[in-house]
């Protein structure tokens, strides 16, 4: 059962949807949380006081305006920036309307945030265009707009950032229409199954472009190309493309003020790693499920402003790993299933810059661990393995500055708990591999920064749990599921204010008695399970 639970988790680290996802979710057309609740709610509660904060006479006349909206016929003759808040409040309501949104025609709204938005189509593109050279920026991820729609932005050419992510009736066509826009500095395609390799050359006119997002996109091999007079691009999202090969890091070498690269479930190997050898501003580079080997930590150490590198499930071992010590300005190393071992800890030593690392499903085991000891600077460790039990995170006890800590898998018990008093600096703690018991959670309680906790899969915590961390009132997220938790025991989390998800899913707790707490002590809970 408790191999079951971590290879769970393991999928939902590799699955790319749910891991790094930027600044962008997974649009879906409805049903978005991002639309639960209304702007009233949103006016929050104070939690320190408890007491609703009082609006301002802008926000009461907006939300009046707001349940007026069809008395309104034009916002033309308001000021800017008032009507812009009025369209704002509308969208999040989500009470704007193909019909309501012709209010707004000729505003010269600046900010058209429309991304997930239901119903939005290609008629709604006339008064979106209709802003012309005021519009700055608009998202249209998950709409139904096609490739007519966009011949409307055409006018618009002062937009510096458009997103289609999740569009998936933008094609080739479409592009050509927004190819005239040259003050573009983003551009997201996420998701697109309709551009190709040909449908980018209408990029090369860009050449403003800051950050271009095409991740997810299968058909666009051959096509970077077109993105080597590109050189102000600072940032470049092509991953979960497994069409991307060798052949496309080379138009890549040139854009030398590229400061984050994304290639990630790509075909990209060795070979492809020399290309990127001149990017001497590259900081952030992604390539998780990539078959490179440790030949290509040389050309790796040659980039002096590398500081985020993520080689998670790639072919790494020990032989060879060695060069890894080259690399002595990384901040953040994910080796996530790379076949490491204690051995490899060693190449790890002289990395005293780190500040992150993560060495879950590798083979290090409790010896290996204590190679980790001088990492003084370490502030998250990831060790999501079986093999790590009580002994591992004894010699780590000298990594004060622990702020996340991650033990999903390992085998800690009520003893390895009392090491945690060392890391009096933890925000975030995981500890779900089945040796807990109430006992263990004593040692926790005191932890008092904590905002996340995850105690999952402890099946022999119960009621008196909840008892003893219910002075964590900093928690915004706590997991006790699969655990012997009842209704009984919820009382305990009254005084967990700032919490915002409860995860107690397969314990003797129904979803009515949480929607209960929620009423009358949680007002800031917006997810729990059992739900």
Partial sequence: MMGGACSRKRDQQVNEDSGNRGIYGRYCKSGSSKWLGNSISRLAVDNKQGKTKCPSLMELCIYKIREDIDKYSSFSMLP???????????????????????????????????????????????????????????????????????????????????????????????????????????????????????????????????????????????????????????????????????????PLSGLTNLKELQISSSKVSDYGVTFLKGLHKLSLLNMEGCPITAACLDCLAALPALLYLNLSRCNLSDDGCEKISGLTNLETLNLDSCRIDDEGLVNLTGLTSLVSINLSFTVVTDSGLKKLAGLASLTSLNLDARQITDAGLASLTSLTGLMHLDLFGARITDSGTNYLKNFKNLRSLEICGGGLTDAGVKNIKDLSSLTVLNLSQNNNLTDKTLELISGLTQLVSLNVSNSRITTAGLQHLRSLKNLKSLNLDSCKVTAYDIEKLQSTDLPNLVSFRPE
């Fill in 80 to 250: 800017r920036d008032i009507s812009q808040q009025i369209f704002n409040e509308l969208v999040y309501s989500q009470c704007l309307t193909e019909v309501s949104l012709g209010a707004f025609r000729d505003c010269a709204l600046q900010d058209l945030d429309l991304g997930e938005y239901p119903g939005l189509e290609d008629s709604w593109m006339d008064v979106i265009s209709s802003q012309e050279l005021s519009l700055l920026s608009v998202d249209l991820s998950g709409s139904d707009v096609t490739d007519s729609g966009l011949i409307h932005l055409k006018n618009c050419t002062n937009l510096q950032a458009m997103n289609f992510n999740y569009s998936d009736q933008i094609s080739d066509h479409g592009l050509e229409h927004i190819s005239g826009l040259s003050n573009l500095a983003t551009l997201s395609f996420r998701r697109n199954n309709q551009i190709t390799a040909q449908g980018l050359s209408v990029l090369s006119g860009l050449v403003n472009l800051l950050k271009l997002d095409l991740e997810r996109c299968p058909g666009i091999h051959g096509g970077l190309v077109h993105l080597k007079g590109l050189t102000k691009l600072e940032s470049l999202n092509i991953k979960c493309c497994n069409c991307i090969t060798d052949a496309d890091m080379k």
